[in-house]
């Protein structure tokens, strides 16, 4: 790499954040000075600037932990929300077409996020708003999307016995159908009332870029299903170019 146009320092308080971030417990100066190679006056000012701007916090022991005031920073690049917003006419569009309410999800680590969510003019249901996590352990119409592309290291790694059954029961029924449907359940205190039926969106190199899912009361998208898969992929295709 060319660092002729880098700042050292910076560098270094950059390897600080890393370091401490990367760590499973607070760490002393001496340790960073030792593992990063850091001389101790530089490794105190940037400890104490980073200290002054709430990015790291001083613990018992002389030790330093990560603090609050990263996260500003760093949950612009973990949401993004402002990425999708282009999407929300093509969603809008997509929702009336079909006639339920539709929400596109990514990827983020072992969650997926709601990054978009449209209703239908006639629909009475809607999806939950833009930021909503899940994690990929609550198998439903959109993890097991996400899920399907995982290693099977990573899968045993996420998932427990009972969802690996129940995910792998799920993945049959995808790979089949190229969908995800999921029966709405009736009753007071059921945990899914809703038909949900997700869709992958991906680009020409076939990479999953997203999930597309609609939203209804229970029995009314599983008649159409067959249908709105039938009709769907041009639509598919254009958010895919979007992205």
Request: glycine share 6%.
């Amino acid at each position: 790499m060319d660092k002729k146009n880098t700042v050292p320092m910076l560098e270094k308080a950059l390897d600080v954040l890393e370091y401490i971030g990367t760590s499973d417990t607070a760490v002393s100066l001496p340790e960073l000075q030792t593992n990063l190679g850091i001389a101790q006056a530089s490794c105190y000012r940037i400890a104490a600037t980073l200290v002054q701007r709430g990015w790291l916090e001083k613990c018992s022991g002389n030790r330093y932990e990560i603090a609050a005031g990263v996260i500003p920073v760093a949950e612009k690049a973990r949401f993004r929300l402002a990425k999708y917003a282009h999407l929300q006419p093509v969603m809008n569009r997509l929702a009336n077409q079909i006639g339920f309410s539709a929400k596109f999800s990514v990827l983020d680590g072992d969650e997926f996020l709601n990054v978009c969510s449209a209703q239908c003019r006639s629909g009475q249901l809607s999806f939950s708003e833009p930021g909503f996590r899940s994690p990929l352990q609550k198998i439903a119409t959109v993890s097991t999307i996400f899920l399907a592309e995982r290693s099977p290291a990573e899968l045993h790694r996420l998932l427990n016995e009972e969802q690996m059954k129940d995910f792998a029961q799920r993945r049959e029924s995808y790979r089949r159908l190229g969908y995800c449907f999921n029966h709405g359940q009736t009753g007071k205190n059921a945990e899914y009332p809703f038909d949900t039926l997700s869709f992958p969106v991906r680009a020409e190199s076939g990479a999953l870029l997203g999930v597309v899912s609609f939203l209804s009361l229970p029995g009314l998208l599983e008649t159409e299903q067959q249908d709105i898969a039938a009709r769907i992929g041009n639509s598919l295709k254009n958010l895919a170019n979007l992205l």
